[in-house]
């Protein structure tokens, strides 16, 4: 693994559904995020966590949970979908240790719920 | 009114043009990113600013704290610079960054 990455790729889903995103980043950051993206909405926070072991919300969070029980794993999980959840989801990672803060992104899942 | 706002929304303009993206904020930041998004592609960050002016290649981008803008330029532009360009910020209240509505850039050959 080199970077950030995001499992699947897209998805289709059911309406009433559980889901899990999966996002795994392998540069010890500590810090990661989940964005939706939407046409004509931009990207949006979902949740984030600063460190493992803690969990924030971001401007969108309702209908989503995460966990981050390490530094490298960040899942994003919708309890029971709904169709205004169709979207494209970023995970997104940065080392708050280093000034620069650069965010790095994973690919996206493009997920789909009917 | 959104904390960040960007223009143009769209801009469509001739190969080796010089282009300049706006973004203007209305809350305290600690930081602002501009992010490259091509049609299809992942998120790349091309800039992080506090303060002043970075370069790098054909690409400057620009920061003024007390005004609560800045500018991303793009000399000699060709068509691979097609692309949707994002502004966000990291505010000093809030973790995670809040996105501009980004601006689409077609650059015609």
């Known amino acids: 693994i080199a970077g950030i990455t995001q499992a699947p790729t897209s998805q289709i889903l059911a309406a009433g559904r559980r889901m899990t995103l999966r996002c795994t980043q392998d540069?010890?950051?500590?810090?990661m995020y989940w964005y939706r993206q939407d046409l004509g909405l931009g990207l949006r926070l979902i949740h984030y966590s600063n460190t493992a072991g803690t969990t924030g919300k971001g401007e969108v969070p309702d209908g989503y949970s995460v966990s981050r029980a390490n530094t490298d794993d960040f899942p994003l999980t919708l309890a029971s979908a709904v169709p205004s959840q169709t979207s494209v989801y970023f995970c997104?990672?940065?080392?708050?240790?280093?000034?620069?803060?650069?965010?790095?992104f994973g690919p996206g899942t493009r997920l789909t719920v009917l | 009114k959104n904390e960040v706002e960007q223009s143009p929304q769209n801009l469509t303009a001739q190969e080796g043009e010089f282009i300049t993206i706006n973004c203007s904020y209305s809350v305290g930041i600690s930081a602002l990113h501009w992010l490259q998004q091509h049609p299809g592609g992942g998120i790349v960050s091309l800039f992080m600013l506090s303060s002043g002016k970075k370069k790098h290649g054909r690409l400057i981008a620009t920061i003024n704290i007390q005004e609560k803008h800045s500018s991303l330029h793009i000399t000699a532009s060709h068509p691979r610079d097609s692309a949707v360009y994002t502004c966000a910020v990291r505010s000093t209240y809030a973790d995670g960054l809040t996105f501009g509505k980004g601006t689409h850039l077609i650059i015609q050959p």
């Open positions: 540069m010890r950051h500590n810090a």
């Open positions: 997104a990672s940065s080392d708050r240790a280093v000034s620069t803060d650069t965010q790095y």
